[in-house]
């Protein structure tokens, strides 16, 4: 019997985040996507808001496909060093009986002229396709592959928060022959 995971989005870099995630723990894991609230507004501002949206994504996506566990992404921005706004990513892994745990990606600085667009209400990613003038970026490499060249992908940050997600509510580091400690 194949274990049944609900990624909390249609997005298919949010998914395709999930799904490379679950295969790191499950090799019989099928995949399907939930269209679920987030709970949260548009964009996400701070971690507490960016992590009850990615746990909202999660139980409800787990609930509406009566999945062994659901995995819910949200990325939004947060202050940080320096007084710069930074893009940040939280995943939240749900089992059957609530336990949830939660996982973030690295963060990366903004530039300020999108900073300044988001600080007055902007979303990152239309403020993103305003800036490059192509749409749907979002949906592909996302902000840290225009800000890095290239030398980062959307779904690599995504994938790392929810491997983090999913170590955490399986407490991964109690298992019996753990490959660090043995």
């Known amino acids: 019997m194949s274990t049944r995971i609900a990624a909390g989005s249609l997005n298919p870099v949010k998914r395709a985040a999930v799904e490379r995630a679950a295969r790191a723990f499950f090799s019989d894991a099928i995949v399907e996507p939930a269209d679920v609230s987030s709970g949260v507004p548009a964009q996400p501002w701070g971690d507490d808001e960016t992590a009850r949206g990615a746990r909202e994504r999660a139980v409800g996506a787990r609930a509406a496909a009566d999945a062994d566990y659901g995995v819910g992404v949200e990325s939004g921005v947060a202050e940080g060093p320096g007084g710069q706004l930074y893009a940040v990513s939280w995943a939240a892994a749900v089992d059957r009986a609530g336990h949830v745990g ?53 779904t690599e940050i995504l994938c790392v928060a929810c491997l983090h997600a999913l170590a955490a509510l399986l407490e991964v580091w109690r298992e019996r022959g753990h490959p660090v400690v043995g």
């Open 102 to 154: 939660y996982g973030a990606s690295e963060r990366f600085p903004l530039p300020e002229a999108v900073a300044a667009a988001l600080r007055v209400g902007g979303e990152l990613g239309p403020v993103i396709d305003d800036v490059v003038g192509e749409p749907g970026l979002a949906r592909r490499a996302g902000a840290v592959g225009l800000l890095t060249g290239g030398r980062r992908d959307r």
